[in-house]
């Protein structure tokens, strides 16, 4: 069966680093369109980033150019690296993915599409 299982998430000060990843098993993971969203106390989940098969990737406007997401085929992996971290960084993140196509030609950062979410991992920024 499919899972996904965050790691690396903890408390960091502002303009810190942390770097999450996702181990992912029970499908093809380089065919599928894989994300991370996040979601802080008292708001909806959003999008961060995503990518698809062939490695392209999407990012919300909040996070361009400080966070990059990037997988390991391989290893089945999916990770986030996230730098210059600031106060509203502070979430619960999540591993996605969407599996309803064979590959994934494109992806893009809505929720209603992933159909597959690990359990979270917190991160705080103080």
């Known amino acids: 069966h499919v899972q996904l299982v965050e790691s690396g998430g903890g408390l960091v000060q502002p303009g810190g680093s942390l770097r999450l990843s996702c181990a992912a098993s029970?499908?093809?993971?380089?065919?599928?369109?894989m994300g991370w969203f996040r979601q802080a106390p008292g708001k909806e989940r959003e999008g961060v980033a995503a990518i698809a098969s062939d490695g392209s990737t999407r990012y919300a406007d909040s996070v361009k150019g400080r966070f990059t997401i990037s997988k390991d085929n391989a290893k089945n992996t999916l990770d986030l690296q996230m730098n210059s971290l600031k106060l509203e960084d502070t979430a619960m993140y999540y591993c996605a993915a969407d599996l309803r196509y064979s590959w994934c030609y494109v992806v893009f950062l809505r929720e209603s599409e992933f159909g597959y979410w690990g359990q979270g991992t917190q991160v705080t920024v103080s």
């Open positions: 029970g499908f093809t993971f380089r065919s599928n369109c």
